[in-house]
């Protein structure tokens, strides 16, 4: 099984880049242009197996080549394509509702549904998205979501979903009561339109706004913060998760191996944030962080 990793960046430095990775022997890769403002992309494809590793050693050389940017834009990474590593929209492993947490139902979205759905249940139509529900990342996040709501005594005053990917755990956010309203940012295109049309699909265009990138889409703080993850993303966009959550706030962050939790610990650590609580399942895990 084999993901896409794309990088963006400016042109020049972008050429930098691709004859370093050229040298290194850590991936197979092809580039163009990405836009008209002297942008540049670069797709790598990697086999699942190697994926963590890879990117950490690509996280790597990217701080590296950034090191001798000074007063231009860095680089930007995401994953596309994790959904093939989880049930698609109409599959035989995709298709009853589940419980991923007490309380919520995820209920794969018909061509036959006939109206939205009421209390706590979410409707995903993944398409080519991460989180149809039934990934580890995923449900540690739930579960997380599911506890806090159950201790809250009302909603917090909103929240952010870094990477929204089909949306899933805004919406959930908001059926269960930890937030409202909730503002998903997804760097993929692709992403952003289907968390939208899965938004639009529950009927909650009112209380969850989806937008395409990163953090330039996200406007002031929160008392809320969910980023699912891979590592080396994390690792990159994580830096700036402490200037965009409130005081006192908590986050949510997920997406990474078991082998790799105390490595994320410890870089959130130091950045002033408190690690409250870790969960593992399956392999995977999550951290509760919290800001004083």
């Known amino acids: 099984m084999w993901y896409e990793i794309t990088i963006e960046g400016r042109a020049a430095p972008m050429d930098r880049l691709r004859h370093r990775?050229?040298?290194?022997?850590?991936?197979?890769?092809?580039?163009?242009?990405?836009?008209?403002?002297?942008?540049s992309r670069l797709c790598i494809r990697e086999d699942e197996k190697r994926l963590d590793d890879r990117l950490l050693a690509l996280a790597d050389i990217l701080d590296a080549e950034e090191q001798?940017?000074?007063?231009?834009?860095?680089?930007?990474?995401?994953?596309?394509?994790?959904?093939?590593?989880?049930?698609?929209?109409?599959s035989a492993e995709f298709i009853e509702p589940f419980t991923p947490v007490a309380g919520l139902t995820i209920q794969p979205w018909q061509p036959t549904m006939a109206s939205q759905p009421t209390g706590c249940t979410v409707v995903i139509?993944?398409?080519?998205?991460?989180?149809?529900?039934?990934?580890?990342?995923?449900?540690?996040?739930?579960?997380?979501?599911?506890?806090?709501?159950?201790?809250?005594?009302?909603?917090?005053?909103g929240l952010l979903d870094l990477g929204c990917g089909t949306g899933v755990l805004?919406?959930?956010?908001?059926?269960?009561?930890?937030?409202?309203?909730?503002?998903?940012?997804?760097?993929?295109?692709?992403?952003?339109?289907?968390?939208?049309?899965?938004?639009?699909?529950?009927?909650?265009?009112?209380?969850?706004?989806?937008?395409?990138?990163s953090w330039e889409e996200v406007p002031g703080r929160y008392p809320v913060i969910i980023a699912n993850l891979v590592s080396a993303v994390m690792l990159r966009a994580g830096r700036r998760l402490p200037d965009y959550l409130q005081a006192p706030g908590l986050a949510i962050v997920a997406g990474f191996a078991e082998p790799q939790a105390e490595m994320i610990a410890r870089f959130f650590r130091e950045l002033g944030l408190v690690v409250r609580q870790r969960k593992t399942l399956e392999g995977w895990s999550a951290l509760l962080l919290e800001r004083n």
Request: aromatic share 4%.
């Open 170 to 213: 805004a919406m959930a956010a908001v059926r269960l009561g930890l937030a409202r309203p909730a503002l998903g940012v997804d760097l993929d295109p692709q992403a952003a339109a289907a968390a939208a049309r899965n938004v639009g699909l529950n009927g909650l265009d009112r209380q969850v706004a989806i937008r395409t990138g």
């Open 68 to 90: 001798g940017q000074e007063g231009t834009d860095g680089f930007e990474i995401h994953v596309r394509n994790l959904a093939q590593s989880e049930p698609l929209s109409g």
């Open 21 to 39: 990775l050229a040298f290194s022997e850590l991936c197979r890769e092809n580039g163009g242009v990405l836009d008209g403002q002297g942008r």
């Open 125 to 157: 139509d993944p398409a080519y998205a991460f989180g149809t529900g039934k990934h580890p990342s995923t449900r540690l996040c739930l579960e997380f979501i599911a506890e806090l709501a159950t201790a809250r005594l009302e909603p917090a005053a």
